[in-house]
């Protein structure tokens, strides 16, 4: 079997168009149909001076010529929007619009940081505004964006998708006439009927998983279709996750809630601390259901370096679906959402709610619950407020409203160590420190107010007897007088712990998560994956001897294609053997030496 090398053309010369062969168009064009459709990329055009050609003269003639311009530059454009070059350029700039979005406050989502920025840049904000980056999602050089990225990938999909369906319900060309001119080739001559030699490749094709088909006097054969195959599945997966993020972020909603140990929460948008959506959201998307919180479970690491760390972190809730639903019990966790329908709650959040009891002067409580305090550090130091609103009347029978500041620490360092600070997480040694002032907290006027926060421009603060302000460190059971008999604060023994859960509702998550694992398997398959063709011709020589000839053709050069053809033609080898000298003569006395079925397969 005798080699060839593809990269001289006849005669030794060098070949005058090797880059051209890999993508199946030889110099002299002999590949033709062989060489064609290995891939359904449309080909790149080049932008001519004029579409509408020569203009006739008169009105007709202007109008004709105006129209074939109309119409050619509107395909011009059409074809580089649906063009990769132009796919990619677009995907980036989604990327670079996605930025600001996450760096800049938006006023979907706290409208209050925005109002914030604002003041806080004379110069920035109003630009920032004109520009529409305190709502990107939303505004409409993103929304464009967006639009163009749709309309240029489903504009490259369809087109190849249905060229690409046709070449399935197709056959492969048949072979070029010098396959000598192909990147890999492999020849020798045998006894055997060239009929015989077509059926054994055409049975060893086909084996390896090749379409072959036998036309005229050779095999032709492909492989490599889930290139393309995994090319669409990529460019597919992209518009499915593009259309389940937009969805989600239309019908999107979430929602966060404080929940002290005993409470409860039904699923409406009157239970939210705070409350946030997507444009298209109804309050009737929500999932109808309830659940109260029975305790809250917390461990920490005692000693070494993660000192503090929690171990076991969960809370413990009954809940129910529906109005009627069958009540059940379950454990969330911080990566063990409880799932109900299409909405998820996840424990994000975690404090302590001492429970105090608010006396007046005539010793009537007014006030007894638990009072949420937010944590400010990771050792569950915590400040807030007491409130009491209702039913108070000072010595002197005059309804006033109190506020106490409050400050606790689930373990304190001891009396003469130092400040406020917790020094651990758990409650070893709870301490809480107040000081009250009475008069109006300023709820009457109807403004909303953070609850754990005190308006103190319209109190007064308590003081002693010595004229200095009034405040206590008390440990459960303590109690602390207030002055004149205006009454008493007691930090009772029981200490509530509090959970704070977000409700998420994000359609269109699960099908996003799919795209991204297909476009992920789809784009492993169009870069690991080759196209390739290969053919077998069996043909009588002059001396009857018949003569075999393969070659290979890839879409790209691969030093995969030779050793390919090499593994295949020692297979059809086998089977019809090259022809010894002893049977026939050499024609031609230069002729090389015989060489093995996979040694004649060589790569430009």
């Known amino acids: 079997m005798s080699t060839t090398d593809t990269g001289t053309g006849p005669g030794g010369t060098p070949d005058p168009a090797p880059a051209k062969r890999h993508i199946g168009v030889s110099a002299d064009g002999e590949l033709g149909e062989a060489g064609s459709q290995l891939s359904t990329a449309p080909v790149e055009t080049v932008m001519p001076g004029s579409f509408g050609g020569a203009?006739?003269?008169?009105?007709?003639?202007?109008?004709a010529w105006t129209a074939r311009e109309v119409v050619g530059w509107a395909r011009w454009f059409w074809r580089q929007l649906t063009s990769m070059?132009?796919?990619?350029?677009?995907?980036f700039l989604l990327s670079l619009g996605a930025i600001p979005g996450s760096l800049i406050p938006q006023s979907n989502q706290d409208a209050a940081k925005v109002q914030e920025f604002k003041d806080a840049h004379s110069l920035l904000g109003p630009l920032y505004d004109r520009l529409g980056l305190f709502h990107v999602y939303g505004s409409v050089w993103f929304s464009a964006i967006y639009i163009l990225l749709f309309i240029s990938l489903i504009g490259c999909i369809v087109p190849r998708t249905w060229q690409f369906v046709g070449q399935l319900r197709g056959r492969p060309p048949g072979a070029p006439k010098r396959l000598s001119r192909l990147p890999a080739y492999a020849t020798w001559r045998t006894a055997a009927d060239p009929e015989q030699v077509r059926e054994i490749a055409l049975e060893v094709l086909r084996r390896k998983r090749f379409r072959a088909h036998i036309e005229k006097d050779a095999v032709a054969a492909e492989k490599g279709?889930?290139?393309?195959?995994?090319?669409?599945?990529?460019?597919?997966?992209?518009?499915?996750?593009?259309?389940?993020?937009?969805?989600?972020?239309?019908?999107k909603s979430e929602g966060n809630k404080l929940i002290v140990e005993g409470d409860g929460f039904s699923n409406t948008l009157l239970s939210y601390d705070d409350f946030k959506s997507g444009n298209l959201f109804s309050t009737d998307d929500l999932t109808p259901f309830s659940f109260d919180l029975k305790n809250f479970t917390g461990t920490y690491e005692r000693t070494g370096p993660n000192k503090g760390t929690p171990r076991t972190y969960q809370a413990t809730v009954d809940y129910s679906v529906g109005a009627y639903g069958k009540e059940k019990k379950t454990v969330v966790k911080v990566n063990e959402p409880l799932v109900v329908g299409d909405s998820k709650v996840y424990l994000t959040a975690h404090g302590y709610a001492p429970v105090v009891t608010v006396r007046d002067g005539k010793g009537k409580v007014v006030f007894h619950q638990a009072v949420p305090l937010l944590p400010l550090d990771s050792n569950v130091t915590s400040q807030g407020a007491v409130k009491v609103m209702d039913g108070y009347r000072n010595a002197r029978g005059k309804s006033e409203q109190l506020g106490f500041s409050a400050f606790f620490v689930p373990t304190f360092a001891g009396a003469g160590k130092g400040d406020m600070f917790s020094q651990f997480p758990a409650l070893d040694y709870p301490v809480l420190a107040l000081s009250g002032f009475h008069g109006s907290l300023g709820v009457d006027a109807g403004l909303p107010q953070n609850v754990y926060q005190l308006e103190t421009s319209h109190m007064k603060q308590?003081?002693?007897a010595k004229g200095e302000i009034l405040k206590s460190r008390l440990r459960p059971g303590e109690t602390m007088t207030l002055p004149d008999g205006a009454g008493s604060i007691t930090f009772d023994k029981d200490i509530k712990e509090w959970a704070n859960f977000q409700v998420t509702q994000q359609p269109g998550s699960d099908w996003?998560?799919?795209g991204a694992f297909a476009a992920i398997f789809g784009l492993a398959g169009s870069l690991f994956i080759q196209r390739r063709r290969v053919w077998v011709r069996a043909t009588t020589g002059a001396d009857g001897?018949?003569?075999?000839?393969?070659?290979?053709?890839?879409?790209?050069?691969?030093a995969k294609l030779p050793e390919e053809l090499g593994d295949l033609a020692a297979l059809v080898h086998e089977q019809a053997p090259t022809k010894s000298d002893e049977d026939a003569a050499p024609t031609?006395?230069?002729?090389?030496?015989?060489a093995t079925a996979a040694e004649g397969a060589e790569k430009q």
């Open 55 to 63: 203009r006739t003269p008169g009105a007709t003639g202007w109008i």
């Open 85 to 91: 070059r132009i796919a990619l350029i677009l995907l």
């Open 225 to 251: 279709y889930l290139r393309e195959t995994g090319n669409l599945l990529f460019h597919i997966a992209l518009i499915v996750m593009l259309v389940a993020f937009a969805w989600g972020q239309l019908f």
């Open 462 to 464: 308590f003081k002693d």
């Open 512 to 514: 996003a998560l799919a």
């Open 545 to 558: 001897v018949t003569v075999v000839e393969m070659a290979g053709l890839g879409r790209s050069e691969s």
């Open 588 to 594: 031609d006395a230069d002729a090389e030496p015989t």
